[in-house]
Nanobody, 116 residues
């Protein structure tokens, strides 16, 4: 059973960049669709980006053109490159498989804070 651990968050000024990592253990990530979600205080968790096992990607309109999701099969890791960050990107970011999302199985996430 795959387990995912998020990392790479931090404090950055508006306009800056961060790269989040979603590292897998217990299984190979290249056979999974992987989602990145985020949740800001007082708001619902929202889907930010996804990548399928065939490397098709999809993005929320709010991040399209600024965020890029990718995978490194050799490192068994999925990344979320975030550029041109805005204060409204401030949130805890979580990665998951579709099944984990359905079951509500979330990791600890990684906090991203963008200052204006």
């Amino acid at each position: 059973q795959v387990q995912l651990v998020e990392s790479g968050g931090g404090l950055v000024q508006a306009g800056g960049s961060l790269r989040l990592s979603c590292a897998a253990s217990g299984s190979f990530l290249n056979s999974y669709t992987i989602y990145w979600h985020r949740q800001a205080p007082g708001k619902q968790r929202e889907l930010v980006a996804s990548i399928t096992s065939g490397d098709s990607t999809n993005y929320a309109d709010s991040v399209k053109g600024r965020f890029t999701i990718s995978r490194d099969n050799a490192k068994n890791t999925v990344y979320l490159q975030m550029n041109s960050l805005k204060p409204e990107d401030t949130a805890a970011y979580y990665c998951s498989t579709p099944l984990m999302r359905t079951l509500g199985r979330w990791g600890q996430g990684t906090q991203v804070t963008v200052s204006s």
